[in-house]
């Protein structure tokens, strides 16, 4: 069997798109700055996400931070960090890459979450 090579984290797929919310922090210049704005969770892994919402950030390459608020199985969640790239998905729908910036607490209880959110979903499968 061959070593991986794999530098970056698995990436969970939703199969089932989970609610989220974005928040561009209060401060920041641009649409949707200090308020909630309803999207779904694409896809995760414990470095970055993909969503998909009807805020248009006017995305310009890395300089945009972003909070992102979901529950998997427990709490909610608000993970801090940037929007990577960024599309059109569709009529008045956009598509974000957003890289997570977790502080090592943040990272082991998205990696718990995550845990049990496979679990579950195994269960039921």
Same mark, same amino acid.
């Given at each position: 069997?061959?070593?991986?090579?794999?530098?970056?984290?698995?990436?969970?797929?939703?199969?089932?798109?989970?609610?989220?919310?974005? !928040?561009?922090?209060?401060?920041?210049?641009?649409?949707?700055?200090?308020?909630?704005?309803?999207?779904?969770?694409?896809?995760?892994?414990?470095?970055?996400?993909?969503?998909?919402?009807?805020?248009?950030?006017?995305?310009?390459?890395?300089?945009?931070?972003?909070?992102?608020?979901?529950?998997?199985?427990?709490?909610?969640?608000?993970?801090?960090?940037?929007?990577?790239?960024?599309?059109?998905?569709?009529?008045?729908?956009?598509?974000?890459?957003?890289?997570?910036?977790?502080?090592?607490? !943040? !990272?082991?209880?998205?990696?718990?979450?995550?845990?049990?959110?496979?679990?579950?979903?195994?269960?039921?499968?």
């Amino acid at each position: 069997m061959e070593d991986s090579t794999r530098k970056e984290p698995f990436r969970y797929v939703m199969n089932q798109p989970i609610e989220c919310w974005l !928040e561009v922090p209060p401060g920041n210049a641009g649409p949707g700055a200090g308020k909630l704005t309803e999207g779904v969770l694409l896809d995760l892994s414990r470095s970055g996400c993909k969503v998909r919402t009807s805020l248009n950030l006017r995305f310009s390459a890395g300089d945009t931070p972003l909070v992102i608020h979901f529950r998997l199985t427990g709490d909610m969640l608000k993970l801090t960090g940037s929007v990577r790239w960024g599309w059109m998905f569709g009529l008045g729908q956009y598509q974000y890459g957003i890289r997570l910036d977790l502080e090592p607490i !943040e !990272e082991t209880r998205l990696l718990n979450e995550l845990e049990l959110w496979m679990h579950s979903r195994q269960a039921l499968g």
